[in-house]
């Protein structure tokens, strides 16, 4: 090619260049406005396809009850489960918010000498190791409890406002979740065409692994919504109702608490282990306290039942995999994070596993050794 060619092409490549580029602008600006205009609906459309995966087999069953009427079944799915979430959420949530704001309250306005609690029973002295010191600080604590309070005021004061934020996430993860709730249904109703789109979606982006990596997904997330999800809130209801029957005050409280610590993968005795002293301290009755005692530890270990009924074999996770889900999605997106993250990162660890996997290349055959 001459040089007087080159100098014509030169302006038309540069006009390409040009024109290449503000294309790309327009098309990632265009991307990135449609993302803003969704993102509101991102938490719900995930949260809702955990759910149609989650409550696949139960809407089966009850689709084949009622003759395959589609609509009417997951209508009835949609109905059991608001009433199955709003009605505990409802009975639950004056003791969640009034105690959260009431213990934030006096802690903000310098009245911890208000926050009451009784003495400590002898017995208390009794206990092995621990007890005389526990007694002490326990009457200390009784007879002014702002003085013992005083060094941690700044902790406690995080912790009071932590609780009201906690509270309010609550209500607004009951919302959402009867919101993802509507979205699973409808995905439900026409899953044929989800499942398609999904499926049509992994091939494009991976061709058959992007399918089988698909596939994998679904199974994941049935299992570890079950498994994780299932288990917590299970261990959370268990909880609510001894609470409940016991009369520990803030029933609510204590429970959304045992839900958190459940899908974090910590025991709910943690929690529960405060509500006994309390009885303890109110000398709430022998009965009661042995009672619930028990209670506390079946919900704390009905897990290790639970969870191989639930998760089924071979979709074992690493307990360090669902507290970093759980956590950072509890950091992210705030209350239901907790339950999105610990799905969505399981999700991503079995998926990451099963490319790495696959993508190992055989050892080779080295020479043969002679003696």
């Not at 309070?149 to 004061?157: A, D, G």
């Not at 079950?226 to 288990?231: C, Q, S």
């Not at 039942?305 to 509890?330: M, Q």
Request: proline share 5%; with cysteine.
């Amino acid at each position: 090619m001459s040089e007087l060619q080159r100098d014509e092409l030169q302006p038309d490549l540069t006009r390409r260049a040009i024109e290449l580029t503000v294309r790309l602008i327009v098309i990632g600006l265009l991307v990135y406005w449609c993302f803003r205009i969704f993102r509101p609906f991102l938490m719900p459309l995930v949260w809702g396809v955990v759910l149609a995966v989650a409550f696949a087999p139960l809407y089966l069953r009850l689709e084949g009850l009622l003759r395959g009427r589609r609509k009417l079944a997951a209508t009835l799915l949609v109905l059991v489960c608001l009433g199955a979430l709003m009605i505990p959420a409802v009975a639950l949530s004056d003791s969640v918010l009034d105690g959260a704001r009431f213990i934030s309250a006096k802690l903000e306005q310098g009245q911890e000498g208000e926050l009451k609690i009784p003495p400590a029973p002898a017995t208390v002295a009794d206990w092995p190791l621990v007890g005389e010191k526990v007694y002490e600080t326990w009457n200390q604590a009784a007879a002014s409890l702002e003085t013992v309070l005083k060094p941690f005021r700044s902790q406690l004061l995080a912790f009071g406002g932590w609780l009201v934020a906690l509270a309010k996430q609550a209500a607004l993860a009951v919302i959402m979740t009867a919101v993802s709730l509507v979205i699973a249904a409808v995905l439900l109703v026409r899953r044929e065409s989800a499942i398609q789109a999904a499926l049509a979606v992994g091939g494009r982006l991976g061709g058959e692994q992007g399918i089988a990596s698909v596939r994998l997904a679904g199974r994941a997330i049935g299992t570890v919504a079950k498994g994780v999800v299932g288990v917590a809130a299970i261990q959370a209801g268990l909880a609510a109702v001894g609470l409940v029957a016991a009369g520990v005050p803030g029933a609510g409280l204590w429970a959304l608490l045992v839900l958190v610590l459940a899908v974090a993968q910590l025991p709910p005795i943690l929690v529960l282990g405060p509500a006994i002293l309390y009885l303890v301290a109110t000398q709430a009755g022998t009965t009661v306290i042995v009672l619930f005692t028990i209670w506390s530890l079946v919900v704390s270990f009905c897990d290790a039942a639970l969870k191989p009924l639930l998760l089924g074999r071979g979709i074992e996770l690493p307990v360090g995999v669902i507290l970093i889900g759980a956590i950072g999605g509890l950091i992210l997106h705030g209350l239901i994070g907790l339950f999105v993250g610990a799905v969505v990162f399981s999700i991503g660890y079995r998926l990451w596993g099963t490319w790495m996997a696959q993508a190992a290349p055989a050892p080779a055959a080295g020479p043969a050794q002679t003696g």
